[in-house]
């Protein structure tokens, strides 16, 4: 690409309860970013609560765009696009995107486009150094979502397996309270999880014995809370360090058997496409046991695995630039007005030819 047609986008994610907000430049690549969690916010209601998620970003995206561009080397003139979150997520929070990107978008004369939340995640591994190649295999494991997507290239999307209850991230979060642990769950049970003993409790690896790429995590969670009924029953009257270590011990079965069928799944998703790559994206990505027994599986079957930066793999502002830009890059932007979709299959994407 010649420097004359390099975009310049500015990303904006509100889609849950993280504001975030990036440059991604075509040529130079990613010249700045920008996050701010909400977690505080909701942490006394054990979960996200869609109204306080809206209004905190009302309060943070134009801050954060301010902090973001001071990061480049130009300011709101040096943009060519902006490219923020239409769905899937929290329809209210969404909306605080979708207006102030596309009310700068119009006052700067520029294309915006609304991104898919997980084309997001699925495309963050390319702000890498190490960039998958096209086709691939991508596992989408989010709070909402858990899909398996044959992936051709942007846009082009075939779904090959999904979660018929709830999402993995979802699973991580439901058990943790279950367990006691604080919101967000899923990184705090992984952490819980580290001291657990792997060796004390089997759980099921759900709809692995038998064929197809959906998944079902929901009665893992009524397993850990049946094996904690039984373990950590009050007339037991443990110690609080034993307590705690039977704690542990659940949260590491349930890690275990989420992480092991996801494995499983991915690989028969890699050996029925016939494809060599794998991507694994949204925030349980992050999970480190997650990462590293899909590495041991993946190199055995021949296939190359990628994951985001540690820092791209939740929600963020950059893989929403790079996304759109993508997009802009393609020539795609639109009309005068926006929507934001709380449900959005991804199968419905415009395919970039
Ligand atoms: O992609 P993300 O930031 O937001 C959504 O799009 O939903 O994903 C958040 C989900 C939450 O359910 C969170 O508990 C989970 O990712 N998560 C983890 C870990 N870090 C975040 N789950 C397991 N282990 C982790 N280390
Ligand atoms: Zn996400």
Redesign the pocket.
């Known amino acids: 690409m010649s420097e004359e047609c390099a975009l310049r986008v500015l990303g904006i994610e509100t889609?849950?309860d993280?504001t975030g907000v990036a440059v991604y430049d075509s040529e130079q690549g990613l010249l700045g970013h920008s996050l701010y969690s909400q977690i505080k916010l909701h942490a006394d209601f054990g979960g996200v609560v869609p109204e306080l998620a809206s209004r905190d970003h009302v309060r943070k995206t134009l801050p954060l765009i301010t902090d973001t561009l001071k990061q480049t080397d130009g300011g709101l003139e040096q943009l060519d696009g902006i490219a923020y979150t239409a769905g899937p997520?929290l329809v209210g929070a969404l909306l605080v995107g979708a207006a102030i990107g596309r009310s700068l978008a119009w006052t700067l004369d520029i294309p915006a486009v609304g991104v898919h939340?997980m084309e997001g995640?699925m495309l963050a591994p390319m702000l890498d150094e190490r960039k998958p190649e096209f086709p691939f295999v991508a596992l989408l494991?989010?709070?909402?979502?858990s899909q398996l997507v044959e992936v051709e290239a942007v846009g082009h999307y075939r779904l090959l397996g999904e979660s018929i209850d709830d999402?993995?991230?979802?699973a991580?979060?439901k058990t943790?309270k279950l367990l006691g642990l604080p919101y967000?769950?899923?990184?705090e049970?992984?952490r819980l999880a580290e001291q657990g003993n792997p060796e004390r409790f089997s759980f099921p690896r759900p709809m692995t014995d038998r064929p197809g790429l959906d998944f079902s995590f929901s009665g893992l969670k009524t397993f850990a809370l049946n094996t904690m009924q039984q373990e950590l029953a009050p007339e037991l009257n443990l110690e609080p360090e034993i307590a705690q270590q039977t704690r542990a011990d659940i949260a590491r079965a349930f890690?275990d058997a989420v992480v092991d069928t996801m494995v499983i799944k991915c690989r028969r998703a890699v050996r029925e496409t016939n494809c060599q790559t794998l991507v694994l994206a949204?925030?349980?990505a992050?999970?480190?046991h997650?990462r590293q027994r899909m590495q041991l599986s993946m190199e055995k079957e021949g296939v190359e695995l990628f994951y985001p930066n540690m820092q791209f793999?939740?929600?963020n502002g950059a893989m929403i630039a790079y996304a759109g830009c993508q997009r802009l890059v393609a020539g795609q932007s639109e009309e005068l007005q926006f929507g934001a979709r709380p449900r959005w299959p991804l199968e419905e994407l415009t395919a970039l030819d």
């Open positions: 889609s849950c993280e997520g939340h995640h494991v989010s709070g909402g979502h999402a993995a991230g979802e991580f979060d943790a967000p769950g899923g990184p049970l992984a890690e949204g925030g349980v992050a999970n480190r997650l793999c939740t929600d």
